[in-house]
């Protein structure tokens, strides 16, 4: 869409946010609601953010509609109805699109423009925003909503570039529906993007080449209409049920099925394998919960694993292929787990062949073929279901100077650092919403954004009331916040676990494990604690008899 909101040069608002899917969408609404004025700035055509450009066949959200929304607005919970129990992205941004016509947000976006520069300026206390269409804003408070999956990867491949063959990314899909009837396309990459789009390509793809490194596991879906008995029961107080989730279960969302037990070792083997079978086939990731150590334990965390292996041995006839699908590197739910619809049995398939480019690396394309060590392979399209530079990247692709004209790219040399995922030392009045040290993507990730945003409007509103004119994290608290997500994460078993959660999807990334695994509710105490100690870790300075004469306020 045509951005309504005209680029502007110079202009002053309260709150300038950078980007408008899920985070941006609430921020504008939170300024909004305090008075303030605000303006967000989208590199999209329209609102959405990360289910903007998702726009790949088979794209579906894996945790559930009933409990991937907002639920800010009791009225807002009520009137929208969701028709699957996995929602397809279309059906999501229909959604997105139904919240920003409800709560007239476009009107503060300014669409198609990336935000290139954001310069803390000492003297005056504001940000300065640079884009790439020339716009230019000013602002007390710079709010980053620029998501965690939103920087798309794509690794050098030698001579891609002379490829002459079509190239997708499955996180930058066109609008318009791609057609690989009769055509022979290759899919690089195994995590949940290639593991929604491989069946769905197969249906079409004359010949389909699944390139994979390493294998994911994966639970089925088994999606289907949304249960009337659920839907019935959630509205009967679906605003209750969201709080109730958002401060009682570790990932904010409801628990319908509670763990069966404490050790999944300690339980009787019938029993266990009754268990996960129940699991397996209501689909989704309830597997993982089937006993509280599960992401705790080796050996429990074994028992899973391997019932997902034998699985896999079940649905895949040519016991190679059902092997090469099979991991063995890591413990099951320390990568994030795919959920999919007929994935392990679209290599039943006659067109599709799994080449396993661990033992066969690729080594980069000619004209006509993606080319590894031992082989060649003529491709008339490859699709790059190869990630994103995660968590840190779209943050770091902007340039951020903080005090001192100091950036983004030398604060976070040795990886990401900040004080409670929200705010980094040396970046007064910049927040950032689901940000590295956040729980953002181990938990339902709107309701982390919407706390974010409350605790980030409720901080500008004591600074308001106070008259301060700058907050930031000392370096004492950010380093203790490091240490902290840190130790979380080293008692369970992602510590020292590999994926983009800890960058090392990457070449030359530093490696630290970003999002916080302690859980929503204890993630939220020790939020509500820092506020209730006076902002403790903060530093809060100035006043705001600094804004100069005439400053919208
Ligand atoms: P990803 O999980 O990072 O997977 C990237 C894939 O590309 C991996 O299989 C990786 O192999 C492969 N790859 C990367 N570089 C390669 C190379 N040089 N040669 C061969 N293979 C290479 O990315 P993603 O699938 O886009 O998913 C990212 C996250 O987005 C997910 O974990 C999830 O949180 C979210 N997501 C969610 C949904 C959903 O809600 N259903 C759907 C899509 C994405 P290696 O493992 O060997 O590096």
Request: aromatic share 10%; proline share 5%; net charge negative.
């Amino acid at each position: 869409m045509t951005s309504e909101h005209a680029a502007r040069t110079d202009a002053e608002v309260d709150v300038l946010v950078v980007g408008a899917g899920f985070a941006g969408m609430y921020m504008i609404h939170k300024a909004r609601s305090m008075g303030l004025t605000v303006h967000a700035i989208e590199a999209g055509g329209d609102v959405g953010g990360t289910w903007y450009w998702n726009r790949y066949p088979g794209a579906r959200c894996d945790v559930e509609s009933l409990d991937y929304s907002y639920g800010f607005s009791p009225e807002l919970l009520e009137e929208w109805t969701w028709s699957e129990r996995f929602a397809a992205q279309p059906e999501i941004l229909r959604y997105i699109d139904h919240v920003a016509d409800r709560f007239d947000l476009r009107s503060d976006i300014e669409f198609d423009t990336r935000v290139t520069s954001a310069h803390f300026d000492d003297a005056t206390d504001r940000w300065a925003v640079g884009t790439d269409t020339g716009s230019t804003w000013t602002a007390r408070f710079c709010v980053m909503a620029t998501g965690c999956l939103s920087l798309s990867y794509v690794p050098p491949f030698a001579g891609l570039d002379r490829f002459e063959g079509r190239t997708l990314h499955t996180g930058r899909w066109p609008h318009e529906p791609v057609d690989f009837t009769g055509q022979r396309v290759g899919v690089i990459g195994t995590g949940s993007s290639g593991i929604q789009v491989i069946p769905e390509i197969a249906r079409q793809a004359g010949e389909l080449f699944v390139f994979q490194r390493t294998p994911n596991f994966t639970l089925p879906a088994r999606n289907g209409p949304v249960s009337e008995a659920l839907l019935a029961e959630r509205m009967a107080d679906y605003a209750g049920y969201k709080r109730t989730a958002l401060t009682t279960t570790p990932s904010a969302i409801g628990i319908q099925h509670p763990p069966l037990g404490d050790a999944a070792s300690a339980a009787q083997p019938d029993e266990r394998e009754a268990e996960f079978e129940r699991r397996w086939d209501i689909g989704g990731n309830i597997l993982l919960g089937a006993y509280r150590d599960v992401l705790l334990d080796a050996d429990s965390n074994e028992l899973v694993g391997e019932f997902v292996r034998r699985k896999i041995r079940s649905i895949v006839h040519d016991p190679d292929v059902a092997a090469l699908l099979s991991p063995t590197d890591h413990h099951i739910g320390t990568k994030r787990i795919c959920v999919d619809t007929d994935y392990y049995e679209t290599f039943n398939r006659p067109n599709v062949r799994l080449v396993d480019v661990r033992s066969d690396p690729i080594e980069g394309f000619s004209e006509t073929a993606l080319v590894t060590a031992g082989h060649r392979y003529d491709l008339d399209v490859v699709v790059f279901a190869t990630g994103y530079d995660a968590m840190t990247g779209p943050l770091m692709n902007i340039d951020v100077r903080g005090r001192g004209g100091v950036g983004i790219a030398e604060t976070w040399e040795h990886g990401p650092a900040t004080y409670l995922g929200l705010g980094v030392h040396g970046y007064p009045n910049l927040f950032i919403v689901a940000g590295p040290g956040s729980p953002s993507v181990r938990v339902n990730v709107i309701a982390a954004i919407e706390q974010h945003v409350d605790w980030i409007g409720d901080c500008i509103a004591h600074l308001e009331a106070q008259g301060i004119a700058t907050i930031e994290p000392t370096a004492e608290a950010q380093d203790g916040w490091v240490r902290h997500v840190a130790d979380l994460a080293d008692a369970t078993l992602f510590g020292g676990s590999s994926s983009w959660y800890s960058g090392s999807n990457i070449d030359g990334k530093p490696r630290v494990f970003a999002p916080y695994v302690g859980g929503m509710p204890a993630y939220i105490a020790e939020c509500d604690a820092v506020v209730a100690a006076g902002y403790a870790g903060f530093t809060a300075a100035g006043d705001t008899a600094k804004v100069p004469a005439g400053t919208p306020r």
